[in-house]
Nanobody
Framework: QAPLVESGGGLVQSGGSLRLSCAAS????????MGWFRQAPGKGHEFVAG????????YYADDVKGRFTISKNLATNTVYLDMNSLRPEDTAVYYC????????????????????RGQGTQVTVSS
């Protein structure tokens, strides 16, 4: 089984909501850091949200603060990204990431720095 499996993407109208899920298994189970990145067509990977430890410490990109919420089910080691008030500019492939330890804030916001990355799930927001 893949170490990170995302689900929940889809097509939604502007102003709508979606919930993304990322199930960790095997060697990623119990990862200390988990988070979400996104990649829009023609652009690089952009940090969206991150969570440290059991979830008491979270970080968000400025343009999703107040709209997106990252959370974690400790029993199943599944991380969620609840996305509200979606905008067309949120359209992207969303990737789950995990790392076994926290290094620093800059590494948290660097897609390539994470130990594991999921296959991505498409989110499309129509205007």
């Amino acid at each position: 089984q893949a170490p990170l499996v995302e689900s929940g993407g889809g097509l939604v109208q502007s102003g709508g909501s979606l919930r993304l899920s990322c199930a960790a298994s095997g060697r990623t189970y119990g990862s200390y850091v988990m988070g979400w990145f996104r990649q829009a067509p023609g652009k690089g990977h952009e940090f969206v949200a991150g969570m440290i430890g059991r979830g008491t410490t979270t970080y968000y990109a400025d343009d999703v603060k107040g709209r997106f919420t990252i959370s974690k089910n400790l029993a199943t080691n599944t991380v969620y990204l609840d996305m509200n008030s979606l905008r067309p500019e949120d359209t992207a492939v969303y990737y789950c990431v995990a790392s076994l330890s926290y290094r620093d804030y800059d590494k948290l916001r660097s897609y390539e720095s994470h130990d594991y990355r999921g296959q991505g799930t498409q989110v499309t927001v129509s205007s």
